[in-house]
C-alpha cells in the first residue's frame, strides 16, 4: 500500500511538473496583431443617430436576409441580433438619458472567433473583415463562445443551419464591400471607410467637441482593437450600451498561449510519445523476465 | 404642320390673342403652363416649350380609344380643374379621335379616326381606356363593326406611343373579374411586343397620365417603365410606404370597427382590409378630385384598385399580406432575454440525478456485499 | 507480480429486463435523434445563442470523456509504473473508456449543427486552424478512440480466433491477434500521450471564453486541474465500474485491489485540491468563493464532493471497506462532473438576460446514448473476455 501510495506521489508530481511548466513557460511574448493596410471598418457616432432604423431595414434587404415576424405577422421585429437579424438599433434609456446603439459584428483585428475556429470557417479576409465559409463550418458554435461580443448567431431553427453575423456585404450585388447601412443612414451617423481614415476621424470629432461625447473612442484598443469604432454620448458609458469592459489584451492571446507553449512544433507531444513508449518497453522487459523465473 | 383641326370640341377655350387681348391672356397661359408642369413632375421651364409649340401650332395628335369601360377614367381626367389642365391639354395636344368628347358621332367619326391617323402615322399618341374582349375574336364589343380587337391592333400599329388608361386597359380590371364572360384583357396582352405605358387604377390618377403625355409631347420620350408597363415615378412605391398614417401602423395603433374611437383619431387602417402594403401607387401623394380627397384619408381602406392581383381577387376588407416588413416604433432592449427554465425540465432534472444519486449511494451496500462463494 | 487472472466472457442470457429497460430508454432516443436531426437543433434543444453549448458539451462530451479516462488512469498504474497487480483491472477498464470515448464521439455528431462536414476536421489538414484548442481536442478524441478500440481488439480476437459468427472474421482474428500484439506498445503510449493531451485541452478550450467564464474557474491553469482531476475521476470509474461489474455479473470482488486504487486516488485528488486553492489564492479569487451568489454555492458544492473522499478514504480501514469504497468512488466522480459542468456551463455567463436549462428531450437524447453504452457493455462483457475473476467451477 505504501509502494504503491509513494509510486503514485511520484508520478502525479512527475506528470504534474511537465504540465505545469508546460503552462508556465507557454506565458511567452505572442505577436501582437495589427489591422491590414487596406483594412475597411464603420464608424458609429450614437451622438448623431436618431433611431430610425433604416439601416435595420437596408441590411435585411441587402443580404436578402428573412423576416423575424411578430407574432400578428405585421412587423420585422428581432429583439436582438438572431439567425435572422445582422445588424440592429438597440435602445438605452435611463431617466431622461437616452442612447441608441447599433450592434453588428465588430471586425475585431484579433477576434477571437477566428482563433477558435478548428477549421477556419470564420477568418479575417478580404480588407480584414471577419467572414464565415459555409464550405468549412461544422456548427461546433465554439465562435459563439469566444466572441466576447455575442455577435456569431446560429440559425436553431434550421436543420441546415448556418453561423449568421455582419459581413459587411461582402456579397452585396454589384457593390461588393459597401455595407448599406452606411450608404442608406439619413444622418451619417454610422460612416464606412478605410479603417485608418475612420480612427483618425473619430480622434478628430473627439478633439472638435470633447464636451459632446464619452471621452473614448471604442473598439481603438478594446480586446485588441477592432475596425468597427463607436463613440457614445457624453454621460452614457460604453458598459451601459452594452460593450463589455475588456481591456486591452486580445481576445484569444491567454488560450492560444497555453497552445502554442505546449504544442509549438509538436515537440512536446512528441518527446512524450518517446518516453512513454521507452518507459513501457523497459516494464514489459521486466515483466517477461519475471514471467521466465520458474 | 398645317394639318386640319377636325372635328371641334365640346369645349372651347379661347386663344391667346383672341377676344379677350393678347397680354394677359399669355400671361395667364404661362402661369397655367408652369402649374401644370409642377404638378406632373416636369420642370417648370417646360412650361415655355408648351406654350411655345402652342403657339407655332404644333401639337401632337392624339387618338383616344374606349373599350370595355365606365369612362370613369376620362371623367377623372376631366374633373383636374385647379389648375385647368384638362382644358390645357386640350389646348396643347390635338385630341383627334375621342368618342366621349366628340360631338360628331357615326362615319363623321369614323373618318376622323382614319384621317388622323393616316397624317400622324408612326407620331400619334394612341391612348386606350377600357378592356379589350377576346373571347369568340372579340365580339362582345364592336364599334363601327368592328371588334376592339380589330380596332386596337389596326391603331396600335401606327401609333408613336401607346398609353393605357385605367386598370381596364392595364390589365382587365372590373370586366375581367371572375368568371370573366368576356376574356376582358389588358391593351399590353393583346398587344404583345409593344411597348404599352399602363396607368392603372380604378380610375386612374389623371396627373400620372397627364406626366405620361405631356413628356412625351414635349420630349417625345416615355418615362422609366416597370415591368408592368407602370411609370416609376407614379408606381415604384407602394401606398404602405407614403401613406401619412403609416407612423399609426409603426406604432400599432389600428382602426379595429368603422366608427370607433380609432376611426374618429384616424389610425391606420391595416386590419379594416387596407391592401395599402400591396398596392403601387401614389394616391397618398397625388390626389384625387381637387380637393386632396383619397380613399384612406376619408377613411376607408385602400382597395388596391392598381393591383391586378388585389382588386377584385382580395375582398376588400380582409387583410392582405405585409410583404416587405419593416421594425415597428418600439426598440429592443440592450441586454435582450435569451433561454428559460422550464418547469418540467427542472422536475425531471431533479427527479432523474436524485434517483440516481440516491441509488448510487444506497447501491454500495448491496454492492458491497460479497457474492456467494464456493468456498 | 502476481499472476494474470484470466478473462472470460460472462455468459448468459443477453435480453435481461433491465436490458429491456434500458433499450426502451435508448428507443425513445432514437426517435428524439430523428425529431433532432429533421427539426434542427432549436426544436429539441434549449440551446440558444448566448448558451451555445449545453449539456450535451457538458456532460457527454466533456464528462462522458472524463468518465472514459478509467483505462487511461489504469494503464498509467499498470504499464508507466509497473504496477502489474492492476493488470485485470485493464480490459474493463479500456472497454469503459472506449464506449465512453465513442459515445462522446456520436454525442458530437449529434450536437454540431453541420455534422456534414466533420469528416473534413481530420482530413483537410491544410485547413487547419492550429491556434485552436478545440481542433486539438477533436482530433485527439478521434485518434484515442481508435486506440482504444485497437487496445481493446485482442479481447475480440481471442474469442473469434476460436469462434466467430462469420468465417471472415476469424481469418482477420487469427492474421491480426499477433500482429496487433506486436504494435501492442506503440498503441499504448499513443493511448496514454493522447488523453493527457486532450484532457487538458478540454480546459483550455474554456479559457476563450474571457470574461464570461467566471473567476472561480478562469484560470490559466484549467489545463493542469482538468488533467489531474480525470486521472483521480479515471481510478474513481475503475472502482465504481468494478464494483458493479462483479456484482452484477456474480464476479469476485477485488476489495483489496480497489482499496490500493482508491489509496492511489487519494493521493492524485489530495494534488488537485492543493493546486485548486493555492491557484485560486495566487489569483486573490479566494475572496470571490465567499461572495459570487450562485456561483459561490456551486463552488463549495464542487468542494465538498471532491474533499469528502478524502475524509472517507483517510483511514485503510475505510479504504478496504467495500460500501466506502464505492461511496467515496461516486463522491469523486461527481465533484469531478460537477467541476467539468461548472466550468462550461454554470461558470459560464453571457450575459445579462439570457439562462438555458436543458430541455426534455435534449435530456432524453443523453439519456439514449448513456442507455447504449450500458447495453453494449453488457453485451461485449457477456460475449466476450474482458472481465476477470470467474466463479470457480466446484
Redesign the interface.
Known sequence: ?TV??R???K???G??AA??AG?AVS?EAREKRVAPPDALGMLYDATRCI?C?AC??ACKDANNMP?D??PQ??????????GKTKN?????KEGETVS??KRQCMHCIDP?C???????ALQKRDHGVVTWD?????????C???C?Y?IP?????????KIVKCELCKDRKDKPFNPACCEVCPRQAVVFGKYSDLLEDAKRRLADAPDLYEPKIFGEHDGGGTQVLYLSKAGVPFE???F???GEKP??E???K???G??QGFIT?AV??VI??A???R??K??SA?EAKP | MGKPRGIPYDRVRPREGGEDGGGVQRRDFLKTCTLAAASVGLPAWTAKVWAENAAKGLKPSVIWLHFQECTGCTESLLRTSHPKVAELILDLVSLDYCETLFAAAGYQAEEALHAAMEQNAGKYICVIEGSIPVKENGIYCKIGGRTALDIVNDVASKAGALIAIGACASWGGVASADPNPTGATGAPEVLKGKTVVTIPGCPANPYNFLGVALQYATFGTLPALDELGRPKFAYGRVIHEDCPRRPHFDAGRFVQQFGDEGHRLGYCLYKMGCKGPATHANCSLQRFGEVEAWPIGIGHPCVGCTEQSVLWKMPIHSTVEITRPTPPDVYPEIHGKQGKVGAVATGVAGLVGGALIGAGLMAAKKVAAEPEKEK | MSAHLEATPVGGPILTRPFKWLLAVFGVGVLLLAWRFLAGLGATTALNDGYAWGIWIAFDVVTGTALGCGGYAVAILVYILNKGVYHPLVRPAILTSALGYSMAGFAIVVDVGRYWWIYRIPMRFWQWNLNSALLEVALCVMAYVIVLWLELSPAFMEKWKVEAPLPILKSLSTALHPVINKLMIFIVALGLLLPTMHQSSLGTVMLLAGHKLHALWNTPFIPLLFLISVIAMGYAVVVLEGSLASHFFKRERETEMLGRLSGVMVVVLSLYLVLRFADLIWRGALGAAFTSGWMSVFFWIETALSVAPLVMLASKAGRLDPVVQFRAALFMLLGGTLYRFNSYLIGFDPGEGISYFPSVPEMFITFGIVALEIMLYIVIVKRFPILAGAPKKA
Not at chain 1, 405577422?73 to 438572431?82: A, E, G, H, I, K
Not at chain 1, 440592429?88 to 438605452?92: C, D, E, Q, R
Not at chain 1, 477566428?114 to 477556419?120: R, S
Open positions: 500500500m504503491d501510495r509510486t503514485a506521489l508520478a502525479m508530481a506528470v504534474g504540465a505545469a503552462s506565458l433611431g432604423k435595420v431595414v423576416t415576424w411578430d405577422r405585421l412587423y420585422d421585429y428581432p429583439t436582438d441580433l438572431n440592429i438599433i438597440k435602445l438605452y441608441y446603439v477571437g477566428v482563433g477558435a475556429c478548428m477549421i477556419g459555409g464550405d468549412r463550418c461544422i456548427g461546433c458554435r465554439y459563439q463562445i469566444a466576447p455575442e448567431k446560429f440559425e436553431w431553427d434550421k436543420a441546415v443551419p451601459a450600451l452594452g463589455p469592459n475588456l481576445v484569444p491567454t488560450a492560444q497555453i497552445q502554442h505546449v504544442y507531444p512524450l510519445y512513454l513508449g518507459v513501457i518497453w516494464n514489459r521486466g515483466q519475471e
